[in-house]
């Protein structure tokens, strides 16, 4: 069905072409705004530092990048998965291995969708970035019913573009593909449509087939939880930063202004340009590794110089980065302390204890989000090795574990529990369970093979011996 992984080499779409030319030749409305489309290609953008403030004299942080790095990291950090059938766990755990990369892009650009597919006997995952497929239709609970996947391949000055919309209405996903041949200097348009044979890597493609008894698209949308801000009735999710956008730009002129106080503050010694002795071409000899120090001026005709050593003004340039950035993570929903320098701490002793539950809100309503998008794509694995006849169990069931260590410290949590088991509080199997995430089951049978390791005398016996 989709043959190989998605490789749109051209960036985003919207930036390509107009929606609605997109989606015309499918007879369909689009529930996609253009507002939304052109904030994800913006947040893309300021994600892969090509922010449009950014120029010449302003510099950036990069602290989209650095949001999207470190809240990835606390979505995932302790993740663990396991499908029921080993066919299916085969292809999730080679998923998984990157689902800490993908979770970055997917905060960067509000979504992604994970979308199976058959080749050469085998079931893959293909990882589609939200700049790189509109979503066209959802349900009255933002369930996502319908989409356009893109697809480009150049040839020489010809450019192929194949449109792959899925549709789901009651039980069938109706698949349809259009394919277009435009020049590589006339990118602007599609094109005129073409027969999906004229492209030997598609060739096999139908033009149109159904998948009939399913409830859901073939594959998970993963997508950020958190409210439209360009458009409230769209159910997009958006970038993690998409409400910083204007405190980020702030950020990076702030950076700049730092960096332009060190450079135009840098020592120096005026010299006098009569005092300089010359080579033989007639140019000024200067400590050799010295050169950027001295500044040749005309002080007239008495041969002066003067040291240029001015006080830098970094405290309050960093004292005002430093606010901007805690600006931020209260807009992104991140605990205080993530980006800035915590100060203060005892007056504010409270701010950052619900900074950090604000924070924990946030992970965990990602990782929900994740969740329900992996076990969607389970779905469409389950549903795509039944079609093509390979041997799994059916509706197997999906382990999922998430970490906690956001709010709650796991060295004083093991500290606690160790405190608790010395007083007889608790007993070791539940020492276990609170320390090392075991199962009561996994934790007796700790427990009782160390017993069995190291048996205990009987105090009578061993003075019966003496």
């Known amino acids: 069905m989709f043959e190989r992984v998605i490789s749109f080499i051209k960036g985003a779409i919207n930036k390509m072409f107009n929606t609605g030319d997109i989606v015309k030749d499918f007879n369909i409305d689009i529930s996609t705004s253009d507002e939304v489309m052109k904030l994800i290609e913006k947040c893309a953008n300021i994600y892969n530092h090509k922010a449009p403030w950014l120029n010449e004299e302003v510099k950036s942080l990069n602290v989209a990048k ?35 990369t993908n979770t970055e892009y997917t905060l960067a650009k509000g979504g992604m969708f994970f979308k199976p597919f058959y080749s050469n006997g085998r079931i893959k995952v293909s990882c589609i970035h939200a700049d790189k497929f509109i979503p066209v239709k959802f349900d009255s609970t933002g369930e996502l019913l319908g989409a356009i996947f893109i697809d480009q391949i150049t040839k020489g000055d010809d450019v192929y573009t194949r449109l792959e919309y899925n549709d789901l209405n009651d039980t069938t996903i109706t698949i349809k593909n259009i394919v277009y041949k435009t020049n590589k200097n006339n990118l602007t348009t599609l094109g005129n449509k073409v027969s999906l044979s004229q492209v030997p890597e598609w060739k096999d493609i139908q033009e149109q087939t159904q998948i009939e008894h399913v409830n859901k698209l073939l594959g998970g949308y993963f997508k950020i939880p958190i409210a439209n801000p360009v458009d409230n009735t769209s159910p997009i999710g958006v970038p993690i930063f998409a409400n910083a956008i204007k405190t980020l730009e702030e950020i990076d002129k702030q950076f700049s202004r730092t960096l332009w106080e060190y450079e135009a503050k840098e020592p120096a010694i005026d010299v006098d340009a009569t005092a300089f002795k010359k080579d033989e071409d007639g140019n000024d000899i200067l400590p050799k590794g ?58 504010r002793v409270e701010e950052i204890k619900t900074s950090k539950q604000d924070y924990f809100v946030t992970v965990s309503d990602i990782q929900g989000s994740l969740q329900t998008a992996l076990e969607d794509m389970l ?22 574990d998430w970490d906690d260590s956001i709010l709650v410290d796991s060295e004083k949590k093991q500290s606690q529990a160790l405190v608790e088991r010395n007083a007889g509080l608790i007993d070791d199997i539940e020492y276990f369970v609170q320390t090392r995430d075991y199962s009561e089951e996994e934790a007796t049978e700790y427990v009782d093979k160390m017993k069995q390791r190291s048996p205990e005398e009987p105090v009578e016996q061993e003075e019966k011996e003496e």
């Open 66 to 100: 650095t949001i999207c790095e470190k809240v990835a990291k606390a979505v995932t950090i302790e993740f663990k998965s396991q499908a029921e059938d080993k066919e299916i766990d085969n292809i999730y755990q080679r998923f998984l291995k990157n689902i800490r």
């Open 379 to 400: 779905y469409g694995i389950d549903v795509l090795m039944s079609l093509y006849d390979i041997s799994h169990k059916s509706n197997a069931n999906t382990s999922f």
């Open 290 to 347: 010295k050169e950027r120090l001295y500044r040749r001026l005309d002080f007239g005709d008495e041969k002066q110089w003067n040291i240029f050593s001015p006080e830098i003004r970094d405290t309050s340039l960093f004292n005002g980065l430093n606010e901007l950035l805690r600006y931020t993570e209260s807009q992104c929903g991140l605990s205080f302390g993530i980006l800035s320098k915590n100060t203060e701490v005892e007056k």
